[in-house]
């Protein structure tokens, strides 16, 4: 015969109805994994199970760099980047042109701009876009900050380079009128039919801006 303990114990887990349910170790983890962007509680259980069970090395070291990253990664004081220093070393080069500030969405943008290879100015990173209904708006982004590098005298343009979407758009309007106001020269990137693309394969409304934004064959 079972001793009373454990049918004690197993009928009442909870001494008290009034204590808050501490989460375990386990369920903090999933919890914690939940912050992630599409991430819901069945992902992060997945998740959780599979790190624990299959991935305790690659566990390991994603909680090392995360607490790194954490502790080392700071915005840029001049294009709001990600960097390890106040300053980052694209912003700190001198041979870059001062007189011109290209903004983009995300640093993931601005690496896309460098691949290019043909814009040799500086850069404002937003870390996203105006978008009203998920209640991001100029304060969310710290746009004062922009403005303020944007009138510091040295630049001269400002290149809007958020994406083409309904926020990205809204953005670049937004910027445009504030920074005109201030008496700042600003362009926009131009849309058009991408390269090695053809007519009949392109969408209307693509081809319909190349159209608008036309140019003199030099
Ligand atoms: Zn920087």
Do not use: W
């Not at 814009?119 to 870390?127: K, W």
């Not at 991001?136 to 001269?156: H, N, S, W």
Request: aromatic share 6%; hydrophobic share 40%; glycine share 6%.
């Amino acid at each position: 015969m079972l001793p009373y303990r454990f049918f004690s114990s197993r009928l009442t887990p909870n001494a008290s109805p009034n204590n808050m349910k501490t989460p375990s170790t386990l369920d903090e983890l999933i919890e914690a994994l939940r912050c992630l962007p599409g991430v819901g509680p069945k992902s992060a259980q997945r998740m959780t199970y599979y790190l624990l069970q299959h991935e305790r090395k690659g566990a390991a070291r994603l909680s090392t760099a995360l607490a790194n990253a954490l502790s080392q990664i700071q915005h840029c004081q001049k294009c709001n980047s990600f960097t390890e220093d106040a300053v980052c070393a694209l912003c700190a080069s001198p041979n870059r042109d001062a007189s011109t500030l290209c903004v983009v969405e995300m640093p993931a943008d601005l690496m896309m701009m460098e691949q290019t290879q043909v814009y040799r100015g500086l850069y404002f990173v937003l870390m996203g876009r105006l978008s009203p209904l998920d209640g991001i708006g100029p304060k969310e982004l710290y746009l004062e900050r922009l403005i303020k590098r944007a009138t510091d005298g040295v630049v001269k343009e400002v290149l809007l380079a958020t994406n083409f979407t309904v926020e990205g758009e809204a953005t670049a309007h937004y910027l445009g009128e504030l920074l005109k106001e201030k008496g700042i020269k600003v362009t926009r990137i131009a849309r058009g039919v991408p390269v090695g693309g053809e007519l009949e394969h392109t969408d209307t409304g693509t081809l319909a801006q190349a159209v608008l934004e036309r140019r003199e064959v030099s």
